[in-house]
Nanobody, 122 residues
Framework: VQLQASGGGLVQAGDYLRLSCAASGRTISSYFMGWFRQAPGKEREFVARNSKLGSTTIYADSVKGRFTVSRDNAKNTVYLQMNSLKPEDMAVYYC????????????????WGQGTQVTVSS
């Protein structure tokens, strides 16, 4: 599966953005889908994950209550709605996919998008 992330941009603290991750090659219903992010000088960190049918979502504590991951299997697209953005949310956001939950848990996912920059000014 190939992943194409989009929707990043420059916003002010408190604003919102919605990231999209369009998949091609295979249907996303075969995959756990989600998002990671990497800020300058920091390690990549998990943000959110969505189960294959979208019934279960997992979030990092730092984004819980502000971010929502969702999917539209008919459009083969995953979304990350980011509300109440903070300067510490500024990072390159990557969508990712893997059909194996252990791969997610070990952060050894086999499919990655190219990343989209989110900049939050204070």
């Amino acid at each position: 599966v190939q992943l194409q992330a989009s929707g990043g941009g420059l916003v002010q603290a408190g604003d919102y953005l919605r990231l999209s991750c369009a998949a091609s090659g295979r249907t996303i219903s075969s995959y756990f889908m989600g998002w990671f992010r990497q800020a300058p000088g920091k390690e990549r960190e998990f943000v959110a994950r969505n189960s294959k049918l979208g019934s279960t979502t997992i979030y990092a504590d730092s984004v819980k209550g502000r971010f929502t991951v969702s999917r539209d299997n008919a459009k083969n697209t995953v979304y990350l709605q980011m509300n109440s953005l903070k300067p510490e949310d500024m990072a390159v956001y990557y969508c990712a996919a893997d059909d194996s939950l252990p791969m997610w848990l070990n952060q050894r996912l086999r499919h990655w998008g190219q990343g989209t920059q989110v900049t939050v000014s204070s």
